[in-house]
């Protein structure tokens, strides 16, 4: 399995992006995915997740704001990012969780500065 994640960028605060990781192989729908972070000198933090069957969580810094998803028919999970602040610069990775099999992708820059 390889993630791919896309749709960073530089936003001004009060901003939207949604970032996208699509998800090579077979075993996606069946798997629980998540969205991480981790902004230069922390360490990588849990922001959202959503089980197989559609379960989400997420993050208290980010509830309100912030909302994933997933398409089953395209291998995808999604992070729709709304009223975005400077503290959530950092690179974002998603995550496939699939039994005792764990899978990151490559991360992707989020810049939130005026």
């Known amino acids: 399995v390889q993630l791919q994640a896309s749709g960073g960028g530089l936003v001004q605060p009060g901003g939207s992006l949604r970032l996208s990781c699509v998800a090579s192989?077979?075993?996606?729908?069946?798997?629980?995915m998540g969205w991480y972070r981790q902004a230069p000198g922390k360490q990588r933090e849990l922001v959202a997740t959503?089980?197989?069957?559609?379960?989400?969580n997420c993050a208290d810094s980010v509830k309100g704001r912030f909302t994933i998803s997933r398409d089953n028919a395209k291998n995808t999970v999604y992070l729709q990012m709304n009223s975005l602040k400077p503290e959530d610069t950092a690179v974002y990775y998603c995550?496939?969780?699939?039994?005792?099999?764990?899978?990151w992708g490559q991360g992707t820059q989020v810049t939130v500065s005026s």
């Open positions: 995550n496939l969780k699939f039994r005792k099999f764990d899978a």
């Open positions: 192989g077979s075993i996606f729908s069946i798997s629980d």
């Open positions: 959503i089980t197989s069957g559609g379960s989400t």
